[in-house]
Nanobody
Framework: QVQLVESGGDSVQDGGSLRLSCVGPGFVFASYCMAWFRQRRGKEREGVATIDPANITNYAESLKGRFTISQDIIKNTLYLQMNSLLPEDTAMYYC?????????????????????WGQGTQVTVSS
């Protein structure tokens, strides 16, 4: 497993913005597939966005345009920029990585593809 540490979660007002960060080993950003997932209370874990070493991305349809996934190889950091936050975005957000997830069959948002996970960072959006 790869150790990942998320940060940036906070409590914000409806319409606010946050940037989540996930720091991992440098080699992850050179060759691993990375993703953000979230889990809302009473809901199953869902894919937010993924990015591969070539910066090809995927987003949940409902989040596209508001959320942006990116990576900074120099800083060994995965980011999730979240804008126009809604109360329904309240969730625990997790980053995940896997060396081959991007190459496996199945949906881009299948959490089973990812073997390494951070502990999560809580995002709370109040109305």
């Amino acid at each position: 497993q790869v150790q990942l540490v998320e940060s940036g979660g906070d409590s914000v007002q409806d319409g606010g913005s946050l940037r989540l960060s996930c720091v991992g080993p440098g080699f992850v950003f050179a060759s691993y597939c990375m993703a953000w997932f979230r889990q809302r209370r009473g809901k199953e874990r869902e894919g937010v966005a993924t990015i591969d070493p070539a910066n090809i991305t995927n987003y949940a349809e409902s989040l596209k345009g508001r959320f942006t996934i990116s990576q900074d190889i120099i800083k060994n950091t995965l980011y999730l920029q979240m804008n126009s936050l809604l109360p329904e975005d309240t969730a625990m957000y997790y980053c995940a990585v896997d060396r081959l997830a991007c190459l496996r069959t199945g949906g881009w948002d299948d959490h089973v593809k990812y073997n390494s996970w951070g502990q999560g960072t809580q995002v709370t959006v109040s109305s």
